[in-house]
């Protein structure tokens, strides 16, 4: 019953062509000679030389690095202790905050994004500790992260047996050395797959960022945005190809991480 | 979750309700408190500014007032106006028009990965997640290249007579449906595959023997196996397709303005934050009604969220 029929093969080759053509043509372009894009002219590594001299796409890349590593750290955290506590203990208003915490994964990030706009220009205009830039921004990525963290820890400490921290509990360890001789321990992958969530997703988030960012701090998707709303130029194709690049490094480095553990893979 | 309740023993331990919420506090306190300050209160927040009236400088004051919402549905300066019923509409559209094609072009996609040899299968997939992973930007403005008036796939559709010449083929409707469905086709192939590799082929093996044809093995005995995996599929793709700002930004035009544009409009260019704000709102409600249905729904067949 389980084979791979002619019919099968050929839809299936057309869909990965499909899902690989606006990659494949990033990169081809990339290499295109034509200042304005267009047409094909001549091979050129020209684009990605004049990115070694271009300060602006430099500081959007620091920008958007420094952001994910921070909103990262900040929501790993927050969210670890979240999914902990929201899996352990019980506090009134559970329930609904339970729910709440689906709304980044549930609503469009546009929603998330004006609503996070309207926020801090609030605060912003309330008092001056806060400017619109890269702090609105890492506040914003982290608000949008911790519920992905949290709900990963909580699923992977309710798959969890009760009986090996209640033999730890019951051979005389305290809650203090039974979290972390046991329970941290065992919940690990599970931050560790959090913490992943988190960063691809600040990485890639272009429409949260667009709309918390102020002036002078821009992100490689802003970047690209603005840019590519003005024309298509061969830089951003170079840019975007690097990009592409570090995303395919990134899966499989990830993909052939998970294999020891997991070797049927999902 | 039976193992919360109140004052019982838990992972050898005897809680009683105050050293519950005091762990509560000490555990979950932080998150909560980030995630009500920075994200509930600013949503009660644009809730509040969508029934203030707008200023003339762009910002928003009292009195409070209904117009935003009946400007909304269409009540304007100008009499009745159908042009926010209509972005509604037309985002619905493209949202469950999006889905329905993901779903389409993602079964063939799912049962290929599954039925291949094992050691392809992670190559397989690794190629669905490449893209999956790769910015939504990138892949989106790709098309623009691609469907431009001199490219390739643009004078193949004129050799068909599917266009004139020298036309391109963005900004058009046809070409935010290419883009979204290139761009959510994994996140429906995703939790598709995980629902076929579980498929049990012996109920298919016993309906063909009983002399069901492959259409109909297919429908009663193998779509029924994959529904869960279909149904989280869409859901991921639904919600987020019918928001979508930067796919229509980049591949449509003026005529195909959708509820995310619209949005964005008047947060930015218009600056009209109260309207924006209500648009917003209306926007959000219809995704929490639909997910709101879906939990209860899923409640009663006694599944979790998700």
């Not at chain 1, 969530?197 to 998707?221: I, K, Q």
């Not at chain 2, 019982?8 to 998150?31: C, K």
């Not at chain 2, 082929?201 to 009663?220: K, M, N, Q, Y």
């Not at chain 2, 930004?249 to 109260?274: C, E, H, Y």
């Amino acid at each position: 019953m389980k084979r791979v029929s002619l019919p099968l093969w050929l839809v299936s080759a057309f869909l990965y062509v499909f899902m690989y053509a606006p990659l494949a043509v990033v990169i081809i372009f990339s290499f295109n000679a034509a200042k304005h894009g267009g047409p094909w002219t001549g091979f050129t590594t020209d684009w990605y030389t004049s990115l070694l001299a271009d300060k602006q796409k430099q500081d959007a890349t620091w920008n958007t690095l420094i952001l994910a590593v921070a909103s990262t750290v900040i929501a790993t955290a927050l969210g670890t202790m979240l999914g902990y506590g929201l899996s352990r203990y019980w506090f009134p208003g559970k329930k609904m905050f339970s729910l709440a915490m689906y709304i980044p994964v549930m609503i469009p990030d546009i929603v998330m994004a004006v609503a996070m706009l309207a926020f801090f220009k609030l605060l912003t205009s309330a008092g001056g500790f806060l400017q619109m830039g890269l702090a609105t921004m890492t506040i914003a990525h982290i608000t949008f992260q911790i519920p992905f963290v949290a709900i990963v820890v909580r699923s992977r400490l309710v798959g969890m047996d009760p009986a090996i921290e209640e033999a730890a509990h019951d051979l005389g360890a305290s809650t203090w050395q039974t979290f972390w001789s046991v329970t941290f321990p065992l919940m690990l992958p599970g931050v560790l797959a959090g913490a992943m969530l988190a960063f691809t997703l600040s990485l890639d988030d272009f429409v949260v960022s667009f709309f918390t960012t102020g002036p002078g701090a821009t992100t490689l998707p802003i970047l690209i945005y603005s840019s590519v709303k003005r024309g298509i130029t061969p830089d951003i194709n170079a840019l975007s190809t690097l990009i592409v690049l570090a995303s395919v490094i990134g899966t499989i480095g990830v993909t052939l991480l998970q294999r020891p553990r997991q070797p049927s893979g999902g | 979750m039976a193992n919360e309740r109140k004052g019982e023993v838990q992972f050898g331990e005897q809680l009683t309700v105050r050293s519950h919420i005091l762990r509560s506090a000490m555990t979950s306190g932080p998150g909560i408190f980030w995630v009500t300050f920075f994200l509930l209160l600013p949503l009660v927040w644009i809730g509040v500014i969508s029934f203030l009236t707008r200023t003339e400088v762009g910002g928003f004051e009292r009195p409070f007032t209904f117009e935003n919402y009946t400007r909304f549905i269409g009540f304007g300066f100008f009499g009745f106006d159908m042009l926010y019923p209509q972005i509604i509409l037309r985002s619905l559209v493209l949202g469950i028009g999006t889905a329905v094609l993901c779903m389409i072009t993602a079964l063939p996609l799912a049962f290929f990965i599954a039925g291949l040899p094992a050691r392809y299968k992670t190559l397989a997939l690794t190629l669905v997640l490449i893209p999956f992973w790769t910015n939504l930007l990138i892949r989106t403005y790709a098309w623009q290249i691609l469907l431009a008036p001199e490219s390739p796939l643009t004078r193949l559709a004129v050799w068909l007579h599917f266009t004139e010449p020298g036309l391109p083929l963005y900004p058009s409707a046809m070409a935010i449906y290419i883009g979204m469905v290139c761009d959510y086709l994994p996140f429906l192939v995703l939790p598709l595959y995980a629902s076929v590799e579980k498929i049990d082929w012996s109920i298919a093996e016993a309906a063909s023997d009983l002399g069901a044809d492959g259409p109909r093995v297919f429908w009663h005995a193998i779509l029924p196996q994959v529904t869960p995996g279909l149904v989280a599929g869409i859901i991921l793709v639904l919600i987020p397709a019918t928001g979508q700002f930067v796919i229509p930004d980049l591949l449509g035009g003026a005529k195909t303005v959708m509820l995310g544009n619209a949005i964005q409009q008047q947060f930015q260019q218009s600056r009209d934050w109260p309207f924006g704000s209500a648009i917003t709102f209306v926007g959000m409600g219809a995704v929490m009604l639909g997910l709101w249905a879906y939990a209860r729904a899923a409640g009663e067949r006694g599944g979790e969220i998700i």
